[in-house]
């Protein structure tokens, strides 16, 4: 079993629309999760962190559930700018590296 | 501040030819890392280091060599490249103290 694993989509959703993207995690005593945004043919970048009480930001939630080891995103009223592959990240707690998921892809239609 | 910065952004090479891809940040971060990019395999650490003068192997190091001389400089070296280390390699450095990592623009290499 991979250590993070997400359902690589792709998803494709008209603006305006709310979409949720999950991701579960192996390591019940990991801490720290984020989601990271790469666009296409770029350098991934920190989106959101998420501890233990979630996090929002605008139209971005991110939330974690320890009890079944899953995090995930929420996205409002999404826009076009949105499209992009979203990558969940664990921050080991055993060894201090970032241990990524394989990424879900995002398009957002007009 | 530059970031993380990487060289070259391209670069085709025969079977057999070795390399440096360079890497430098000036954000005076402690860690490190190199992650190499294939499709449907999302991102592969292949070394990392915590600091000058210390480096280790991270999911997929064969073949590839690192060195960490400086805080500010973290080259990896091909040492005889194959078609199977086709990919795009992204730097990437944080502080010890976070997991907020910055990445750089990446090198999209190709082995023919």
């Known amino acids: 079993r991979k250590e993070v694993e997400q359902d690589p989509g792709p998803f494709n959703v008209p603006e305006g629309a709310t979409v949720a993207f999950n991701c579960t995690y192996s390591?019940?005593?990991?801490?720290?999760f984020f989601w990271y945004r790469q666009d296409c043919r770029k350098e991934p970048k920190l989106l959101m962190s998420?501890?233990?009480s979630g996090n929002e930001d605008g139209r971005f939630t991110a939330q974690l559930n320890r009890a079944s080891q899953y995090i995930s995103l929420l996205i409002r009223d999404s826009k076009l700018s949105d499209s992009a592959t979203y990558l969940c990240?664990?921050?080991?707690?055993?060894?201090?590296?970032?241990?990524f998921g394989q990424g879900t892809t995002l398009q957002v239609k007009p | 501040n530059a970031g993380v910065t990487q060289t070259p952004k391209f670069q085709v090479l025969k079977t057999g030819q070795s390399m440096t891809l360079q890497c430098a940040q000036d954000?005076?971060?402690?860690?490190m890392s190199w992650y190499r990019q294939d499709p449907g395999m999302g991102l592969r650490l292949i070394h990392y280091?915590?600091?000058?003068?210390?480096?280790d192997q991270g999911e997929v190091p064969n073949g590839y060599n690192v060195s960490r001389s400086t805080t500010e400089d973290f080259p990896l070296r091909l040492l005889s490249a194959a078609p199977s280390q086709t990919s795009v390699y992204f730097c990437?450095?944080?502080?010890?103290?976070?997991?907020?990592?910055?990445f750089g623009p990446g090198t999209r290499l190709t082995v023919t």
């Open positions: 990240v664990e921050g080991s707690s055993n060894t201090g590296k970032l241990i």
């Open positions: 990437a450095s944080r502080l010890a103290a976070t997991y907020e990592q910055y």
């Open positions: 280091s915590v600091g000058a003068g210390i480096t």
């Open positions: 390591n019940s005593a990991s801490q720290s």
């Open positions: 998420v501890y233990s």
């Open positions: 954000m005076n971060h402690e860690y």
